[in-house]
């Protein structure tokens, strides 16, 4: 635990084990955005300098906030994360405390932090989010100097639908430019890394939505997870045992086709207790697990 920042509540968590087993968006997915907003409001916030709404390109949404650790040290890593929303909905300051809380916690721990805003399904279909994710990663690159980012040390990140246009981005070299990817690693937290159509998924019109299809096997093609191989870059897989429909599924198979792909497993957290929007709104918190084991991969990739 760190004890420098807040406590999850104890009523909190007895919330979560409630609904956990029966966990039904978006009402609970609100909930728990609510309530965390509540617990990262209950302490100070760590003296970054935050830039926002960097803009990248002409739509509104093709915005970034930058978070800067307070001293002017060099050699940085960088993490730039991409939020969830199910294709159709989210923002990138979804309150003001959701999604900043997962920058800040980078920030406090010596790393720039990037947090993407992406154009959703309404105003552009596949590759349109991928797209935006590889222009963010281009201008952190271009951007590494004046930041005291290492180029050697550019980490992406997803939640949700997040990940799958990262994922689409890191894994499918459709999507790479030609110099490659340019990153360090990919951290995978809760991801829909399959595209699916399925009756068990409740958000399955959600991805026809954005990849324009409902064919298993063109959204197969689509899927980040078909296209891992021994090249991938280094990867770190997350979710909880409360997840959406399919999710822990597909980040399971993430781990195993990287397993099988490189003949080693990569880095898993399974985070007991903690349902698909928890599994993100607790970073910066007293509970720090997941935090650790991030910032351990972003020490060592492998």
């Not at 159709?88 to 309150?95: F, I, S, V």
């Not at 405390?97 to 279909?125: H, K, M, T, W």
């Not at 991801?191 to 409902?214: F, Q, S």
Request: aromatic residues 8%; proline residues 7%; charged residues 25%.
């Amino acid at each position: 635990m760190d004890q420098t920042q807040p406590e999850i509540p104890t009523d909190l968590r007895a919330l979560m084990a409630e609904i956990g087993p029966k966990w039904s968006p978006p009402g609970h997915v609100k909930m728990m955005v609510d309530r965390f907003s509540e617990v990262h409001k209950s302490r100070p916030h760590d003296g970054l300098q935050v830039t926002r709404d960097v803009a990248y390109g002409e739509h509104p949404r093709q915005t970034f906030d930058v978070y800067m650790p307070a001293d002017d040290a060099t050699g940085r890593a960088a993490v730039l994360f991409a939020h969830g929303g199910a294709f159709l909905d989210g923002h990138r300051n979804r309150t003001e405390e959701i999604y900043s809380n997962v920058l800040r916690y980078f920030g406090r721990n010596g790393i720039v932090g990037i947090n993407i805003g992406y154009r959703l399904a309404g105003a552009a279909q596949y590759p349109g989010a991928t797209e935006d994710v590889a222009a963010v990663v281009a201008w952190a690159r271009e951007h590494a100097s004046e930041l005291g980012i290492d180029r050697d040390r550019i980490f992406l990140m997803g939640h949700s639908a997040g990940a799958a246009h990262t994922g689409s981005y890191v894994y499918d070299k459709r999507r790479h430019p030609a110099e490659g990817p340019g990153l360090a690693g990919h951290i995978v937290l809760s991801g829909r890394v399959r595209a699916d159509n399925l009756p068990e998924n409740p958000n399955g019109h959600k991805v026809v939505a954005y990849y324009g299809t409902d064919d298993p096997a063109a959204l197969d093609d689509l899927s980040s997870v078909t296209h891992v191989g021994p090249d991938s870059i280094p990867t770190i897989v997350a979710w909880g045992e409360f997840e959406n429909p399919l999710i822990d599924v597909y980040c399971s198979e993430l781990v195993f086709r990287l397993a099988q792909a490189k003949r080693r497993s990569p880095p898993v957290v399974w985070l007991r207790g903690h349902n698909h929007t928890s599994t993100m709104t607790h970073i910066n918190t007293a509970e720090d697990t997941f935090g650790r084991e991030v910032l351990a991969f972003i020490a060592d990739p492998r």
